[in-house]
Nanobody, 120 residues
Framework: QVQLVESGGGLVQPGGSLRLSCAASGSIFSIYTMGWYRQAPGKQRELVGIITRGGSTKYGDYVKGRFTISRDNAKNTVYLQMNSLNSEDTAVYHC??????????????WGQGTQVTVSS
């Protein structure tokens, strides 16, 4: 079992920045691929970015170099640095931890989410 707790959300003006954090506990953090997903009202949850155990990253197309995901295995924490925010980035941001077991089963965990609101 992995417990994930997000923090760092809030209200920010267009063009501003936020850094989200996700603290993990309960298992060996370094073995999981970590990711951030977001869900805006009335929309499906979508990928923001993921970072693998080895540090490789992948982002949603709309990120366009504005966001950076990183991890600190010593602190069991994954971060999402968000710059140049706009109103379309308003959503609840969720942290995810997952790994594929030898059986093919995907072990996945989600945090409760943190609200990001971009508004003037």
């Amino acid at each position: 079992q992995v417990q994930l707790v997000e923090s760092g959300g809030g209200l920010v003006q267009p063009g501003g920045s936020l850094r989200l954090s996700c603290a993990a506990s309960g298992s060996i953090f370094s073995i999981y691929t970590m990711g951030w997903y977001r869900q805006a009202p009335g929309k499906q949850r979508e990928l923001v970015g993921i970072i693998t155990r080895g540090g490789s990253t992948k982002y949603g197309d709309y990120v366009k170099g504005r966001f950076t995901i990183s991890r600190d295995n010593a602190k069991n924490t994954v971060y999402l640095q968000m710059n140049s925010l706009n109103s379309e980035d308003t959503a609840v941001y969720h942290c995810n931890a997952n790994r594929v077991l030898e059986s093919g089963y995907v072990e996945a965990y989600w945090g409760q989410g943190t609200q990001v609101t971009v508004s003037s």
